[in-house]
């Protein structure tokens, strides 16, 4: 495959794709293969296509001579040297970084049947434990997780969003109950949760409370006063731990949390029965939670000092193993979807320098960040996919994974 001499054309004019992309009624990745690749998609009629370039062409004042020429092959260059776009104007590349985490994608049901599949194998489709990737990074959060939930503790998850925070949360439900272990989980209710009232209303210690009255003893009524009612709290928790019972609190969505709250989740941590402690403290959050646990902060310096904090890391070396593993729960194998030249540029596209372009400014090499979480992989190939489909190409290579 080779580009076309429109690429040339559509400089010379001052053509944006995108703009030629919108009038034509196509996708720009679509057309974007066409140019840089003379890939024709299945799903539109090549005499038809041709019809609708050469109109918009001629709308935009290309001369007779030049459309001539638009659709002749022109020598493509090394891979190394391909450009993962047209770069017909500045805001290309700025609209491909952005574009570096794609919104939720579906495998469309022409991509199943192109690769002989019979469900979704990137859908977050997790019915069982079984169902959960696991690297030794994601192992030690969940075994973290755990220990916290079994013997006591209070940690902080931290990851970035599509990292599987909330899968490792129902994980560690689902193995409480599965093991049946006597712990009773408890989880406040967050839906609209802020860390100021002016933006929505904030989680406090009252709520926390109530939240463990619920779980621990449903058939008791809160009592009026915070006092009385933190007294409550703490006897249930007793009487609980008593009978043969761990508790934990698991609060998602914890970057929300208002400091003052942090600040009172160390006096719930305390809670005893002589040398027992009462309740084990999950939280679950983005990247800001961490930040709300600076050690520089002197408001949280007490709840600091007690909470570890783990993360979640991307996938970087792993990705060969998370996509073997997607692929192989759904029966297909993986080397049939998507080539290794393709795994790689999915890599690539998932790495970028541009949060580090501070230092680089300073003199320094920008450090590299690594975007390669489980949603942005799924997202990204999926979309990968359905071009695939649509190009008619038997397996992702690293030109289509250019080209999304």
């Not at 755990?146 to 560690?172: C, M, N, P, Y």
């Not at 689902?174 to 949760?193: F, T």
């Not at 933190?230 to 970057?255: C, K, M, P, T, W």
């Not at 050690?295 to 991307?314: A, G, I, K, T, Y």
Request: aromatic fraction near 4%.
């Amino acid at each position: 495959m080779a580009a076309l001499q429109l690429k040339q054309v559509m400089s010379d004019a001052g053509i944006k794709q995108a703009d030629m992309a919108r009038e034509m009624g196509i996708a720009r990745p679509t057309l974007g293969a066409l140019i840089n690749h003379g890939q024709w998609p299945r799903s539109i009629h090549t005499a038809a296509l041709k019809d609708l370039c050469l109109s918009f062409l001629i709308d935009c004042g290309v001369s007779d001579q030049a459309l001539i020429t638009v659709f002749e092959e022109v020598p493509e260059p090394c891979v190394e040297d391909v450009a993962p776009a047209v770069s017909l104007d500045s805001s290309t590349t700025d609209e491909k970084d952005d574009a570096m985490l794609l919104r939720k994608q579906g495998l469309s049901p022409a991509s199943k049947k192109h690769f002989g599949l019979f469900r979704d194998p990137l859908a977050d489709e997790v019915q069982s434990h079984e169902d959960v990737f696991v690297s030794p990074d994601i192992r030690y959060v969940r075994e973290a997780m755990w220990q916290t939930a079994r013997h006591g503790g209070f940690i902080a998850v931290v990851g970035e969003s599509g990292s599987g925070k909330s899968t490792l949360r129902r994980d560690l439900i689902d193995r409480i109950n599965r093991e049946g272990q006597h712990v009773v989980v408890i989880e406040p209710y967050v839906l609209g949760m802020e860390d100021t009232d002016t933006k929505g209303k904030t989680l406090k210690a009252g709520h926390i409370a109530e939240a463990i009255l619920t779980a621990v003893a449903p058939l008791e009524a809160p009592k009026s006063s915070p006092e009385a009612r933190f007294r409550q709290v703490h006897r249930v928790l007793r009487d609980s731990r008593r009978s043969g019972n761990q508790h934990v609190l698991v609060i998602e969505e914890a970057h929300g949390l208002p400091i003052s709250t942090l600040k009172h989740l160390k006096r719930f941590f305390e809670l005893e029965d002589g040398f027992a402690k009462l309740l084990s403290i999950v939280l679950i959050g983005q990247s800001e939670l961490r930040s709300k646990l600076s050690e520089s902060d002197p408001n949280v310096r007490e709840v600091v000092q007690r909470c570890e904090v783990v993360e979640l890391q991307p996938l970087d070396g792993k990705l060969e193993e998370y996509l073997k593993f997607k692929f192989d729960r759904a029966g297909k194998p993986v080397v049939e979807v998507i080539d290794q030249a393709g795994i790689d540029a999915l890599r690539s596209r998932l790495t970028t320098t541009r949060l580090g372009m501070g230092r680089k400014a300073m003199g320094g090499e920008s450090p590299a960040v690594s975007l390669l979480y489980p949603l942005a992989v799924q997202n990204l190939l999926t979309a990968c996919m359905n071009m695939a489909a649509d190009l008619g190409v038997p397996r992702v290579t690293a030109d289509v994974v250019r080209e999304v």
